[in-house]
């Protein structure tokens, strides 16, 4: 990865600094979720955020959440799942674990439900965002157009992030003009990824945050294999060093934006 191992070598920005605090704002925790949360904790990882893709996945992060003091609960469904609607998302969202509507958004690039569908439900869930005064969590590939005229139709929730940020200077500009924050994944730490290192240069550090997306995506040098939390450092080891900043200052920040954003700041 272009400019990661040489600011990575040093102490100040090792990404393995113990006395650094993460915060993994998107995860998907599966079976072997309570040793996952605990190399987390080890590896100084403060709070993660479990996401849901349908129903069923939203009421089993709820359920992970309730006994995790430091892991919170996303509902919504993916644009993968439109096809089977809505039908019980909005009842879970009162519960005290949940912080956000989604994952929701468009997926041009699978079409595993139909591009109709897709629309309707990602609609639905801008809506229900915007109802409830909560953060909406975008999923969007190859559908930039399409996903920034559903947000200026139906409004752009105050408090928005497009997760797995993919794309270049051009759409970060048009998410931060929107008011969203990105969330950048193990992808900045892939070679190829010089587009996405630039859109992270651009980027305010008070609208970034970093995530997982475990167990997809894991980083370099972890790449193949399964990721998780505990390796969210190298994410933002290497948003730091497209950025030009120091690892401390990055993890600092984007740990308290995922707090602002999630309405976590009162949480202990």
């Known amino acids: 990865m272009r400019g990661f191992d040489e600011r990575g070598s040093g102490e100040q920005n090792s990404p393995e600094r113990v006395d650094l605090t993460w915060f993994d704002n998107h995860c998907h925790l599966g079976d072997d979720a309570e040793d996952v949360i605990a190399r987390a904790r080890v590896a100084g990882v403060s709070g993660m955020v479990n996401v849901g893709t349908d129903l069923e996945g939203s009421r089993a992060a709820i359920a992970l959440a309730r006994s995790h003091p430091d892991v919170w609960a996303t509902v919504g469904v993916h644009p993968h799942e439109a096809r089977h609607g809505m039908d019980g998302i909005a009842e879970l969202l009162g519960d005290d ?13 699978y079409d595993f439900s139909p591009r109709r569908q897709q629309a309707d439900v990602f609609a639905a869930q801008i809506a229900l965002a915007n109802e409830r005064s909560m953060p909406l969590v975008i999923h969007t590939r190859e559908a930039w157009e399409e996903t920034f005229a559903a947000l200026d139709v139906e409004g752009v929730p105050a408090r928005t992030v497009f997760h797995c940020f993919t794309g270049g200077v051009d759409e970060a500009g048009a998410c931060l003009e929107r008011g969203a924050l990105l969330s950048f994944s193990g992808i ?4 190829a990824a010089d587009d996405l290192r630039a859109a992270a240069a651009a980027c305010p550090l ?14 370099v040098p972890h790449r193949g294999r399964a990721n998780e939390p505990a390796y969210v450092a190298l994410v933002g080891a290497a948003v730091a060093a497209a950025m030009g900043r120091d690892v401390a200052e990055v993890a600092t920040a984007t740990s308290a934006n995922a707090r602002r954003f999630y309405g976590l700041d009162q949480d202990s």
Do not use: I, Q
């Not at 900045?188 to 070679?191: I, L, R, S």
């Open 206 to 219: 008070d609208r970034a945050m970093v995530e997982t997306d475990s167990p997809y995506l894991a980083p």
């Open 97 to 109: 674990t949940v912080v956000a509507v989604g994952e929701a958004g468009l997926d041009h690039h």
């Open 188 to 191: 900045v730490t892939f070679g």
